[in-house]
């Protein structure tokens, strides 16, 4: 079990609404990525944070944004939402900087239905 | 762009068989390599990592994989499947000093008594 913790992690909304997830990356680690699991799907990357600031997105439209706090901790906020939203959001904690910077740490992840 | 492929969405084994997951994957340059594993209602394991070093890599909970250039793959194997290895296992794909993971789309493994 890792030390990162995601919040909630069940959570229901109609299509146009917005949403937030959480997440508390491990201790000692200042980066986090965020994934989304469709269903049967591996996980697509849709950004990283390293610093506070956006390091890295893949193919996500903008309407997907995320923070990331001095404590290290992140939020993924999506605007509008469709129903091809629906998927297990994942969480990734690391520490950029060292050998280790390549090993992610996954969180439960956040399990979104778009109604 | 680098990409992965799992062949075979469900793999099933009996308790005490080899556990072979394939994997291939696409990249210009060479890649870090990873398994992971996922079980029900979890988020993801790293089972092992490739970064090149030694080809024949080993991780934890008794997998092995070989990573092999000239055939540009990485399966994952295990001599002797238990049950408790029941679970989705992921191949992905990272180029040095990029951010993102790309993930295969997953092997659902069932282990039979």
């Known amino acids: 079990e890792t030390g990162v913790t995601q919040s909630p992690t069940h959570l229901i909304k109609t299509r146009g609404q917005q949403v937030t997830l959480r997440c508390s990356s491990q201790?000692?680690?200042?980066?986090v990525s965020w994934y989304q699991q469709a269903l049967g799907q591996g996980p697509q990357f849709i950004f990283q944070?390293?610093?506070?600031?956006?390091?890295g997105r893949g193919n996500f439209p903008p309407r997907f944004s995320g923070l990331q706090f001095p404590n290290y901790s992140s939020e993924l906020n999506v605007n509008a939402l469709e129903l091809d939203d629906s998927a297990l959001y994942l969480c990734?904690?690391?520490?950029?900087?060292?050998?280790?910077?390549?090993?992610?740490?996954f969180g439960s992840g956040t399990q979104l239905s778009v109604l | 762009a680098q990409s992965v492929t799992q062949l075979g969405s469900h793999v099933s084994v009996s308790e005490g068989a080899l556990v072979l997951l394939r994997c291939n994957y696409s990249?210009?340059?060479?890649?870090?390599l990873f398994w992971y594993v996922q079980y029900p209602n979890q988020g993801l394991q790293l089972l092992l990592k490739y970064t090149s070093a030694a080809t024949l890599v080993k991780g934890i909970n008794g997998f092995e994989a070989e990573f092999k250039k000239s055939e540009t793959s990485f399966h994952l194997t295990k001599p002797s499947a238990h049950m408790s290895d029941a679970a989705e296992y992921f191949c992905?794909?990272?180029?040095?000093?990029?951010?993102?993971?790309?993930f295969g789309q997953g092997t659902r493994l069932t282990i039979n008594p």
């Open positions: 992905a794909v990272r180029l040095q000093g990029a951010q993102k993971l790309v």
């Open positions: 990734a904690s690391s520490r950029t900087g060292t050998e280790t910077n390549e090993k992610l740490f």
């Open positions: 990249s210009s340059v060479p890649p870090y």
């Open positions: 201790s000692g680690h200042n980066t």
């Open positions: 944070y390293y610093r506070e600031e956006e390091n």
